[in-house]
């Protein structure tokens, strides 16, 4: 997509106070009809969600293998929506260039899949996207510190990833609240994104702990008209 519509999207919400006017809402495919993905990119386009959110699994990071590159190509022409891609692998530094290429507009790392986390965030801002971190439940926001001033976002994960479908864990919340703090405190820009076990309920515990941009995959794909969770999701911030 245009580089300037991602600007246009992505940053831009961010006020001056580091707090966002609006909640956005990243709907995951992974719990989409993969018979029919095109359509259900479409359905969820239409209905007013801000980017879509593309779980990649490997099957050695979490027990679960899911897409490639290929599949980011063929949806592209779809949407122009943000491409926000959740690569859940080992060494993550071998693909950066192919997800790029293929279309993704954010790629995020687990902090917890590479030895050298600066370097690959490093390589997805020289390949031409926004770079995001991502951390595991049992991971501290300390462990990403030292990240933190080079990253357009942040996803706390709210579930140990692997499956959609799974249990909210509130407790990782407090890491959303830390991270909130933490951007103020020294004027950084990323966005906060939870991931897992999101819907209308736990949507608005994540929002007052300050989440910026919320995936749902299950919560969202359950339902025939798709707009009825979005904006159920989207009226946790009003
Ligand atoms: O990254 C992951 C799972 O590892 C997620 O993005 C899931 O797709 C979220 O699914 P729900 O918990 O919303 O059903
Ligand atoms: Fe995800």
Redesign the pocket.
Known sequence: MMKSLIENQFIKKINKSGENNMVKIAP?I??ADFSKLGEDVKRVDKAGADYI?I?V?DGQF?P?ITFGPALISSIRPVTDLVFDV?L?MVEPERFIEEFAEAGSDIITVHAESTKHLHRVIQQIKASGVKAGVVINPGTPVEMIKPVLSMVDLVLV??????????K?ITECLDKVTELAELRKEKQYIYEIEV?????DETAKECVAAGADVL??????YKYDDVSTPINKLKEAKK
């Open positions: 995951s992974l719990s959110h779980d699994m979490v679960n959740h859940m994960m709210t579930v140990n990833p692997g499956f959609g479908g799974q909210f991931d897992g076990g999101v819907d995936v749902a995959g299950s919560y969202v």
